[in-house]
């Protein structure tokens, strides 16, 4: 995990931060609800989910096709 990443979420105001061992991710949240998380994927590849509006991640998707794909979790469209 990049500690410059680490150390942005957790200046956001009123956010707090946890590790969730049985994800192996780091967590951060506002109120008690998370906006992002850093771990990693089936393949051991590092992430960064990022929660945002539905049609604000699928604006960013189709600009960048090749590097970000919707967070299973974090998407609200279902």
Same mark, same amino acid.
């Given at each position: 995990?990049? /500690?410059?990443? %680490?150390?942005?979420? /957790? $200046? #956001?105001?009123?956010?707090?931060? %946890?590790? $969730? @061992?049985?994800w192996q991710a780091h967590r951060y949240l506002i109120n008690g609800k998370m906006f992002a998380m850093i771990g990693g %994927? #089936? =393949?051991?590849? =590092? *992430?960064?989910? +990022? #929660?945002?509006?539905?049609?604000?991640? =699928?604006?960013?998707?189709?600009?960048?096709? %090749?590097? *970000? +794909? @919707?967070?299973?979790?974090?998407? #609200? *469209?279902?």
């Amino acid at each position: 995990m990049e /500690k410059w990443l %680490d150390e942005y979420l /957790k $200046q #956001k105001p009123f956010t707090t931060a %946890d590790y $969730q @061992p049985e994800w192996q991710a780091h967590r951060y949240l506002i109120n008690g609800k998370m906006f992002a998380m850093i771990g990693g %994927d #089936k =393949e051991g590849t =590092e *992430i960064l989910t +990022v #929660k945002l509006k539905p049609e604000n991640g =699928e604006m960013l998707r189709e600009e960048f096709k %090749d590097s *970000i +794909v @919707p967070g299973y979790y974090m998407n #609200k *469209i279902n």
